[in-house]
């Protein structure tokens, strides 16, 4: 499960030694990355939980694991959207592995 980590962990270098197959690495930094800029436009914004569930139109329940980081569940396209929904324009960078 991919939960919150504390500022200054970096947990997106942890998954590379997981062992997992490089495939799913890149997907789960994907979801990371996405989860960090949603927390950083909720954190700009000062967004309280019931204000996201109008703009993201999701229950409380989702609101509330989306908050505590807890997004294993969520798809990579559910975050996109949530950016969407926050107003941000979603720009992917690619560059070749180590």
């Known amino acids: 499960m991919i939960s919150n980590c504390q500022p200054g962990f ?3 270098n942890v998954i590379d030694d997981l062992g997992l197959s490089s495939e799913e690495a890149a997907a789960i930094k994907l979801k990371m ?3 960090a800029e ?3 436009i909720v954190e700009k914004k000062k967004l ?3 204000q996201l569930e109008k703009i993201l139109d999701q229950p409380q329940p989702r609101i509330s694991e989306l908050l505590n980081g ?3 569940k969520m798809s990579a396209e559910k975050l996109a959207g ?3 929904r926050l107003g941000v324009e979603i720009k992917i960078s690619a560059r070749k592995a180590a």
């Open 10 to 12: 970096h947990a997106i």
């Open 33 to 35: 990355s996405l989860h």
């Open 38 to 40: 949603i927390m950083r």
């Open 48 to 50: 309280g939980s019931r």
């Open 70 to 72: 807890k997004i294993s």
């Open 82 to 84: 949530y950016l969407s």
